[in-house]
């Protein structure tokens, strides 16, 4: 199972911009180009929304009505890593963010990184 860890969360003003990362490690029968990667976010006592994924290759992603024209995910394979660049944020963007590895037999999560949006 891939371990990941999420990074550049942090307090940021309505209308700023903030970029998180997403490092893979540990992986074992397969390689960081196998899984697909997703962005989920939950702020206490919501469910869990999803944010953003991208495809294996990188070729592709699709957007949550909520962030999509603000947020753009992407990835690195040859640095096993993926990130969201988050623009023109909003108080409701508040939340912890998570990112996922997922593959046809299996996947993981990180703990996630916790992002604020205060006036």
């Known amino acids: 199972q891939v371990h990941l860890v999420e990074s550049g969360g942090g307090v940021v003003q309505p209308g700023g911009s903030l970029t998180l990362s997403c490092a893979a490690s540990g992986f074992t029968d397969f390689t960081f180009s196998d899984y697909a990667m997703n962005w989920y976010r939950q702020a206490p006592g919501r469910q869990r929304e999803f944010v953003a994924a991208?495809?294996?290759?990188?070729?592709?992603?699709i957007y949550g009505d909520s962030v999509k024209g603000r947020f753009t995910i992407s990835r690195d394979n040859a640095k096993n890593g993926m990130y969201l660049q988050m623009n023109g944020l909003k108080l409701e963007d508040t939340g912890v963010y998570c990112c996922?590895?997922?593959?046809?037999?299996?996947?993981?999560w990180g703990q996630g990184t916790q992002v604020t949006v205060s006036s």
């Open positions: 991208i495809t294996r290759a990188g070729d592709n992603s």
């Open positions: 996922s590895a997922v593959r046809n037999s299996g996947g993981s």
